[in-house]
């Protein structure tokens, strides 16, 4: 049986001075004192319709393009979604579940509406601790869901008393608060490839793997290259030959200019070198000359 408005709020622990006590009963397994009671903390009767109850972002959610970060949110920001991306949510709310209900977590529709996907979960009998749900984005636009904004709803049903009662050592995540760091099983993240590493064979594997719009994308790019080919050839290679002759030729007559430069002044270092060494041996000539005897 789906427990009714008045059902849930026969059974919801309001009193303020009660909750905090209302967490240690869990915490303690205390079943005497709760009874059939539930508790959802903070409690607003807005969220509660006629079957169901509708659960909020809280201050915590992990991408699972990012797994590793914890991101922090509060009042008056946004989660943003890319296209395909995933995201755990972390409920505002506290939940605590006695022995005689499970509820089951699903989407609103009207996030349904705007391409959006919840999946869907439960919430099994004596759970106590805020809820981690994923929340994907299916559209091909950005989608962004605010702070304390209802994306979720839970109905909760009546079963039979359990024998088995969730314990921390079977339930790592029972009486969480928070979200800790992930560890994905099944799904490998992978990093980001830096922009000097991209190939064509990258971009095909992209296309292969994920389809529209890539394929697109590829399209645009072999275009855009085939234009830039084409407008080189056709006006832009003859004026870079002209300039590259005229640029060769301008370089090869500077560097003419300078060999001639230094092959005159060398010429006529050593020119005057010699001269000076001419002159120098002349006069020790005559001045040995002067030196014999007469005959």
Same mark, same amino acid.
């Given at each position: ?19 905090? @006590? ?135 049903? @009546? ?96 560097? @003419? @200019? ?38």
């Amino acid at each position: 049986m789906i427990l009714s408005d008045l059902n849930i709020k026969e059974r919801i622990i309001q009193e303020p001075d009660k909750i905090n @006590q209302a967490k240690e009963w869990w915490e303690k397994g205390a079943w005497e004192d709760i009874g059939n009671s539930i508790l959802i903390e903070p409690y607003d009767n807005v969220s509660l319709s006629p079957c169901c109850y509708d659960f909020t972002v809280g201050e915590e959610y992990v991408s699972l393009r990012d797994p590793e970060k914890i991101c922090k949110i509060r009042k008056g920001d946004s989660i943003k979604l890319g296209p395909g991306e995933t995201v755990l949510i972390l409920t505002q709310e506290y939940v605590c579940l006695p022995k005689d209900v499970v509820a089951m977590i699903v989407p609103r529709a009207t996030l349904i509406f705007e391409g959006t996907s919840l999946n869907s979960t439960r919430i099994d009998p004596t759970w106590y601790g805020k809820l981690l749900i994923g929340f994907t984005n299916l559209a091909k636009n950005p989608v962004s869901l605010d702070y304390g904004e209802p994306f979720c709803t839970g109905y909760f049903m @009546q079963v039979a008393i359990t024998e088995r009662i969730l314990t921390r050592e079977r339930v790592r995540f029972l009486g969480r608060t928070n979200i800790n760091s992930l560890k994905l099983t099944h799904a490998k993240p992978q990093k980001l490839m830096s922009p000097d590493r991209v190939t064509r064979e990258e971009m095909e594997k992209v296309v292969e793997l994920y389809g529209w719009p890539w394929d697109v994308v590829r399209g645009m790019f072999n275009l855009t290259v085939k234009e830039i080919k084409e407008f080189i050839s056709a006006d832009s290679a003859p004026t870079i030959v002209e300039e590259a002759t005229s640029a060769a030729i301008k370089r090869a007559y500077e560097t @003419q @200019q300078i060999w001639m430069k230094v092959l005159i002044v060398g010429g006529i270092t050593v020119f005057v070198a010699f001269l000076g060494v001419k002159g120098y041996f002349v006069s020790l000539i005559f001045d040995i000359l002067s030196k014999l005897p007469s005959p």
